[in-house]
């Protein structure tokens, strides 16, 4: 009795396209149909669902967030710097390596500058002689006394890329004299 009515119901279901089949391992629905002039049933499936792209051991394949790409246009920058969103990445070849990590810059009067700048030198341990000899660590300078450092993400500073502890020890690190600076808004 069970039997018969699971039989009915797939049937049923079958009758209004509405049961799901597998063709060459993708989810198809049958579309069974009448043919108009014969009154015989056709059975023709659907194309397959598109399936989203997997890794070669079966997982999904991390997918490119566009929130996250560089907003940078020069290939060569290794580092780049998004006044308007307050975020910072470190990049090879143009792909994202690091980041985006928030930061602060420039308040008024101080403004960070734009444009494409060069890793001048490097300072573990720099202190400013402009300002009250506060600590800069990790001091990654590229434009003119303008550096990524460790510092306050609360202020803003009187120009810099202020990073957390974490970020300036990775800038620092990865950062080479004569690499790619690029700074946007």
Known sequence: MYAHKTLVTL????????LLTTHNGADVRNTAQQNPLTG??????????????????????????????SPCPNRKARA?????????WLLDNGKVI??????????A??????GTFKVQFKSRYHRSRLFNYAPMPYSVFFHHGIAFHQGNLRNLSHGCI???????QKYFATLKVGDVVQVVR
């Not at 009067?109 to 734009?114: D, I, L, N, R, V």
């Open 11 to 18: 049937a049923s279901l079958a009758a209004a396209g509405l």
């Open 40 to 69: 015989t049933a056709i059975s023709e499936s659907a194309e397959p669902r598109p399936q989203p792209p997997t890794t070669e051991e079966g997982n999904l394949a991390p997918q490119p967030d566009e929130r996250l790409a």
């Open 98 to 107: 690091y980041g985006p990590v928030p930061i602060t810059h420039g308040r």
């Open 162 to 168: 202020r990073l957390s502890a974490e970020s300036a």
């Open 109 to 114: 009067g101080y403004a960070t500058p734009t």
């Open 80 to 88: 780049c710097v998004d006044l308007s969103t307050n975020r910072t």
